[in-house]
């Protein structure tokens, strides 16, 4: 089939390994026909003007997907947005999404996110994890719980700006733990991208919310009480765990085992 995947980049750099990348990739080797779209024009691709799709996936620019003549269109929902009808299918990482678009009469799945292990390749030079702990993202007005979290750790977590691609995951290679705070449009459950991509690089994951039901394998993976967080330490736990929570992921969130599934999809419609 042909697919025309439409995302829309923070910035050039935001490319690698993100979503649009990993999504590409994993469906042209699986054998389809691929062309990538980046709403923002942060990066250019060889026949995006071309006609004839079987399959639009739309990561965002939801309306003007829909714009786009295919067979089939497909959404990707990883936060609160919400697609205006008309889509074939919506997949979700977070249930309550899905019983939503259930609800507007949306055949809608529940898919969790993914981890691109192409990105282990970022570890190569990486000398040693010396960073303790470490939060990548945005603190700001909007994020009142993420703020008081990492407040509560004082100097025990080293925070870092948002970081994208190549970078953030060389940055990930070097640290213990990562401290993962959940917006508050997750409904309580996981469901962010750095569980997966800190996890992956074998960092041991801190974060709040709960597994969704649909994720059996892995209930355990990354759950811990923020308040005892202090009186942990960097030791040989603290590596077998992560470990544990990569091995995990390796196993049952990475593109190879989401790809087959939504190709799947897109021939059932």
């Given at each position: 089939m042909r697919w025309l995947v439409i995302d829309r980049l923070y910035n050039a750099e935001a490319y690698d390994f993100g979503h649009l990348d990993s999504y590409g990739h994993f469906l042209a080797e699986?054998?389809?026909?691929?062309?990538?779209?980046?709403?923002?024009?942060?990066?250019?691709?060889?026949?995006?003007?071309?006609?004839?799709?079987?399959?639009?996936?739309?990561?965002?620019?939801?309306?003007?997907?829909?714009?786009?003549?295919?067979?089939?269109?497909?959404?990707?929902?990883?936060?609160?947005?919400?697609?205006?009808?008309?889509?074939?299918?919506?997949?979700?990482?977070?249930?309550?999404m899905v019983d939503f678009y259930r609800q507007r009469g949306e055949n809608a799945h529940f898919q969790a996110l993914a981890f691109d292990t192409r990105a282990l390749v970022c570890s190569m030079g990486v000398q040693g994890r010396d960073i303790q702990c470490l939060f990548v993202g945005t603190i700001g007005p909007n994020h009142v719980k993420r703020r008081r979290i990492l407040a509560s750790f004082g100097d025990f977590?080293?925070?870092?700006?948002?970081?994208?691609?190549?970078?953030?995951?060389?940055?990930?290679?070097?640290?213990?733990?990562?401290?993962?705070?959940?917006?508050?449009?997750?409904?309580?459950?996981?469901?962010?991208?750095?569980?997966?991509?800190?996890?992956?690089?074998?960092?041991?994951?801190?974060?709040?919310?709960?597994?969704?039901?649909?994720?059996i394998p892995d209930q355990r993976f990354g759950q811990v009480d923020f308040d005892r967080v202090l009186t942990m330490s960097p030791n040989q736990t603290t590596g077998e765990l992560a470990a544990r929570d990569q091995a995990v992921v390796l196993q049952n969130h990475t593109y190879i085992q989401r790809i087959p599934r939504l190709i799947e999809l897109a021939r059932s419609l």
């Open positions: 699986a054998g389809e026909e691929v062309w990538r779209y980046d709403l923002a024009g942060h990066r250019q691709f060889p026949g995006e003007g071309e006609a004839g799709w079987d399959v639009v996936f739309a990561l965002d620019g939801y309306e003007q997907a829909l714009k786009v003549p295919a067979r089939v269109h497909i959404a990707q929902v990883a936060c609160d947005t919400v697609v205006p009808p008309g889509f074939s299918a919506v997949i979700s990482s977070i249930p309550a977590v080293t925070t870092a700006p948002p970081t994208f691609g190549k970078a953030m995951f060389r940055l990930l290679a070097r640290a213990q733990i990562v401290v993962n705070v959940h917006a508050e449009w997750s409904r309580g459950v996981i469901n962010n991208m750095r569980m997966y991509e800190a996890a992956g690089m074998q960092c041991r994951v801190l974060t709040d919310g709960v597994w969704p039901s649909e994720v």
